[in-house]
């Protein structure tokens, strides 16, 4: 069995994204019994553009379970730029720094007296390639971060720079199996 269905979106519709529940059910014809219809929901998602440059950014671990196997296995990071916008993004980048979550104090001389202040140590930072955006459309930028990790936390920020804007996320990212020995 198959069924076509149309809808009509209106005009003025505001942007971003919208969600359509669609719900099918068999029809009881006996209305004097009590019973079971089988029925299925289906969830429609509908992206309407931003006018302009709308971009959000979003990176991932992409080999996280062969990065907690070996310290030494490269860290292989997808950045997807997602142009919700209409018109395209002529030049972007993503820029990315990993950050330890070991806390270090940096002490500031100000004029009244010394201070500490608490902040993370920078462990890497990369540049992706650069790269256009159409509009309504995604790309995706990779980087590697090689070398010897220490198991733990770490702060992941992204950056992406398109056409004097920028688009900014911040989440926490785990590398290996953190142990204690005893």
Do not use: H
Request: aromatic share 8%.
């Amino acid at each position: 069995i198959s069924s076509a269905i149309s809808f009509r979106l209106p005009e003025n519709l505001q942007p971003g994204t919208k969600y359509i529940k669609i719900i099918a059910s068999e029809i009881q014809t006996n209305r004097d019994a009590i019973g079971a219809a089988p029925s299925v929901v289906a969830e429609i998602k509908i992206r309407v553009p931003y006018p302009g440059k709308y971009v959000v950014v979003k990176s991932e671990v992409i080999n996280k379970e062969a990065i907690n196997e070996n310290p030494y296995e490269d860290v292989r990071i997808e950045t997807s730029a997602f142009n919700y916008g209409n018109t395209l993004v002529e030049n972007a980048e993503a820029k990315l720094s990993i950050l330890d979550l070991a806390i270090l104090d940096v002490y500031v001389d100000t004029n009244e007296k010394n201070t500490v202040q608490n902040t993370m140590r920078n462990i890497i930072s990369f540049v992706s390639s650069r790269t256009s955006i159409p509009g309504n459309s995604e790309r995706k930028l990779n980087s590697v971060w090689t070398g010897y990790k220490e198991p733990g936390k770490y702060l992941l920020n992204t950056s992406l720079l398109y056409d004097g804007e920028i688009a900014r996320e911040e989440k926490f990212i785990t590398i290996g199996t953190p142990f204690i020995a005893l």
